[in-house]
């Protein structure tokens, strides 16, 4: 357990950096509010509730002294961390769950792909592995167990419409190219994907070979999803820790999340 006589050297140098701001922390989260965009779904399915939220007092007859709130909203909604158990390829495995996954695996490194010029130039913009390859040749090889996030500058979208850019069709986002998520979990053992829109996918993956790949891989070998995350633009492309605990719901399959990152300046 324990050893008294140890000093926790390195955490009191983790704090003191971030004291003297030579570590900042950026906030990669979305405010939840009325207007946070929820998943539209195809009618015949269940549908995700919005955020929504109630005052129970403010400093008046109902609560003299407290200020305080009801709210609701689906397991995925706003920025949030998405479960194993939450595909039907993750169903069966151990510690899949909000409340079952080790704490341990909520602090780990991240790795930055931008593709906001791709994004805007195409809605339904993919990433391959040729891109990740030829990011690698600048900035290294992804560690394992890295986050691979996608930039995008989605999350930069004034309004829910634009952001969900849906048609006739379905939606309109970028994600990963089908082909490149076996890829990150075999030959880069990443933790997970996240992305800056509102879901992990591109928003025409239900119509891939293999339907919405990021989702069926990633949860089916234990591994995160990390949608609508905001402020990528302010993380360099390796040497990020993000930090990103779910609610720690019984049998949760995902969570509203606060991310929090640490660069170093
Ligand atoms: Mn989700």
């Known amino acids: 357990m324990h050893n008294e006589n140890k000093k926790p050297t390195q955490l009191l140098e983790l704090v003191t950096a971030i004291t003297r701001g ?15 965009p929820t998943i539209v779904l195809p009618p015949e399915l269940g549908q995700s509730w919005p955020f929504r939220m109630e005052e129970i007092s403010k400093y008046n007859e109902k609560g003299p002294a407290t200020y305080w709130n009801n709210f609701s909203c689906g397991e995925h909604t706003g920025t949030h961390f998405d479960a194993p158990i939450h595909w039907i390829s993750g169903k069966d495995l151990p510690n899949n ?7 341990e695996k909520f602090i780990a490194h991240a790795c930055v792909v931008d593709c906001c010029r791709e994004a ?4 339904d913009y993919l990433l391959t592995i040729d891109d990740v390859c030829s990011w690698e040749k600048t900035y290294g090889k992804i560690p394992p167990r890295s986050w691979l996030l996608m ?3 989605w999350s930069m979208k004034k309004t829910p419409e634009e952001y969900l850019n849906l048609d006739d069709e379905g939606a309109h986002t970028p994600g990963p190219h089908e082909e490149l998520i076996p890829w990150l979990i075999d030959e880069r ?34 591994r995160f999803g990390l949608p609508a995350l905001t402020n990528l633009d302010k993380l360099p492309a390796q040497g990020t820790v993000i930090i990103t605990p779910p609610l720690k719901i019984r049998q949760g399959s995902g969570s509203p999340v606060r991310v929090l990152a640490l660069i170093e300046e």
């Open 97 to 103: 769950s909000t409340d079952t996954i080790e704490p």
């Open 189 to 222: 053992d990443v933790i997970g994907f996240g992305c800056e829109d509102v879901g992990t996918d591109a928003g025409q993956a239900s119509n891939f070979k293999t339907p919405m790949p990021c989702h069926h891989l990633m949860h089916g070998r234990g």
């Open 22 to 36: 030579n570590i900042k922390v950026i906030d990669l989260t979305m405010t939840l509010d009325r207007k946070v």
């Open 151 to 153: 930039r995008t500058d």
């Open 120 to 123: 805007e130039k195409n809605p």
